[in-house]
């Protein structure tokens, strides 16, 4: 599985959907031609939506795998979330195209042709979407359990690709729904729920982008790998000797920050007391990969205060 991981990386996975947005553009497209049905119109055209976000994720992966620098000490990994921000924007754009072209289709009725190839063509491109969207996802959740920058882009460009997946689905369903009956307005209506379907993923993905751009906090699950961290390091028969308090954690792309107190008997040595805080930053790295940890040393009997400034309104 590592030597998968090690080849699986953000940036060829991202590469990867590039090549199969194009595949399944040409596959749809034909689709659409032979048949002359609007729902596998609009399926075509969020594929194009597919293409322009995997172009923009793999753009911004790059530059979210950059190094810090004077202008960005803090690196650049938020840029990945630019990606689910812009994805959210073209899949809005998509559905506004799929319902204007759907309403002059529902108005205006027509027979489908050769309707066999262009479901084979249809599923066809789903089997390749859904296969690699099953890869990326995969990955992505090992590469975020390891902190590789990259794996925000990756999911949310793995989910896209189900979600066009589904579309598919859905518009196969329709397409054959109108062979079986010669209800001609059911493609129209097929085209029209793909829109609103993928409106719905839209919300998501800028839903995603806005909480990582914010400096979200870290998920349940890590904060509570943290709490078991920071415990182990306690005495249960000397409960003065060392607390933690003040911890809180942040999530910028796919870097993870915890900041705390860790407060110490006022009679240990400096040198003492850096090397417990070295040990338990260490603890807390290896516990959640890719963290960063930032703990202020104080004394026992010392309790820190912050005031915050607040705005007037």
């Not at 975020?144 to 989910?159: K, S």
């Not at 870097?255 to 090397?275: F, K």
Request: aromatic content about 6%; some cysteine.
């Amino acid at each position: 599985m590592t030597r998968a991981l090690a080849w699986l990386t953000p940036r060829r996975l991202l590469g990867a959907s590039v090549v199969a947005a194009l595949a399944t553009i040409a596959l749809k497209t034909l689709a659409w031609y032979v048949t002359g049905s609007v729902g596998l119109l609009s399926d075509a055209l969020e594929s194009l939506v597919n293409l322009a976000s995997a172009i923009f994720a793999l753009v911004m992966v790059t530059i979210a795998q950059r190094p810090a620098d004077d202008d960005h000490p803090y690196g650049h990994t938020k840029a990945e979330y630019f990606s689910s921000g812009f994805e959210g924007v073209l899949i809005f754009g998509a559905a506004l195209a799929i319902g204007w072209t759907a309403i002059d289709r529902l108005m205006a009725p027509q027979p489908l042709e050769a309707p066999g190839l262009g479901l084979s063509l249809s599923v066809l491109s789903a089997a390749l979407n859904g296969g690699l969207a099953l890869v990326m996802l995969w990955a992505a959740r090992h590469h975020r359990e390891r902190g590789v920058t990259g794996g925000e882009a990756v999911e949310a460009d793995a989910r896209h690709l189900m979600t066009d997946v589904y579309t598919t689905g859905g518009v196969l369903v329709g397409v054959g729904l109108v062979y079986v009956t010669d209800w001609l307005w059911l493609d129209a209506v097929v085209a029209l729920m793909v829109a609103a379907n993928i409106v719905r993923e839209g919300v998501h993905l800028m839903k995603r982008a806005s909480d990582g751009l914010m400096d979200h906090a870290l998920e349940p699950e890590l904060q509570d790998r943290i709490d078991d961290v920071l415990a182990g390091f306690l005495d249960p028969a000397q409960p003065e000797l060392l607390r933690f308090d003040h911890v809180i954690t942040r999530r910028a792309g796919q870097r993870r920050y915890v900041d705390l107190h860790m407060h110490l008997p006022p009679n240990w040595s400096l040198r003492r007391a850096a090397t417990l805080r070295g040990d338990v930053e260490q603890a807390l790295m290896t516990a959640v990969p890719g963290l960063r940890a930032k703990i202020e040393l104080l004394p026992g009997d010392v309790e820190a205060r912050f005031h915050e400034e607040q705005d007037d309104c």
